[in-house]
């Protein structure tokens, strides 16, 4: 395994310092070419599964999360934040940028977590990284927001994870979850916040915007 030095070097080599287009009030470490740079994260992580570097693209599900975020911050003034799965941190630096009391992450993927404490101090701002999945515990902890931006773009990731998210709402989190269009079959239960319109320069199918939109789960 590599030292936190190691992959947070790695991360600055092969990434641009950029502000993605939905948000330039952040910046962050994103690919220049995505498939050179998992070529290079095999090399760098032998004998370890690599997952794709989801960390190094500005999504359009997160920047839609951190842009609602960044204009609704009395939401998360003064509270302790979760950004969970949270890929490049993108939504938990907004959290930081607006007051958030504290802020941690949680993604599994090594390379995100050296990226997002990278992306956070690159903003002049501190982000803390969970080193298990807070789902695998039975209580919420201290969180009092969890910001969920990125589980979207998969279905059977998102019916994995929302009873968990519901659970968290139930005892009394204010779970906010971005839908980069329409994917999730069922919103039982969510309130709909905000829409945005955001710049799919990552976007997987080539869109060239993706109409995100912001729910609170209910538990």
Request: aromatic share 6%; glycine share 10%; hydrophobic share 45%.
């Amino acid at each position: 395994m590599r030292s936190p030095e190691e992959l947070a070097a790695f991360v600055g080599a092969h990434t641009a310092l950029v502000s993605p287009p939905g948000c330039p009030e952040i910046k962050l470490h994103l690919a220049v070419a995505m498939t050179s740079l998992w070529q290079a994260s095999e090399s760098f992580l032998q004998g370890m599964t690599v997952a794709p570097p989801y960390w190094s693209l500005a999504w359009a599900g997160s920047q839609g999360l951190a842009r609602h975020v960044l204009e609704n911050r009395w939401q998360i003034r003064g509270r302790r934040v979760l950004d969970f799965m949270a890929a490049s941190g993108i939504a938990g630096i907004a959290a930081a940028q607006v007051g958030a009391a504290a802020v941690e992450a949680y993604d599994a993927d090594p390379l995100a977590q050296a990226a997002i404490a990278l992306n956070a101090r690159s903003n002049g701002l501190t982000v803390g990284l969970l080193g298990q999945n807070p789902m695998d515990g039975e209580a919420l902890a201290p969180w009092e927001v969890l910001l969920v931006g990125d589980i979207g773009y998969e279905p059977a990731i998102a019916d994995h994870c929302l009873p968990w998210l519901r659970r968290c709402a139930a005892q009394g989190a204010m779970v906010l979850l971005s839908d980069p269009g329409g994917v999730y079959g069922s919103i039982k239960g969510m309130v709909h916040l905000s829409d945005y319109s955001i710049p799919a320069t990552s976007d997987p199918d080539d869109r060239s915007t993706r109409e995100v939109s912001i729910y609170r789960v209910g538990g």
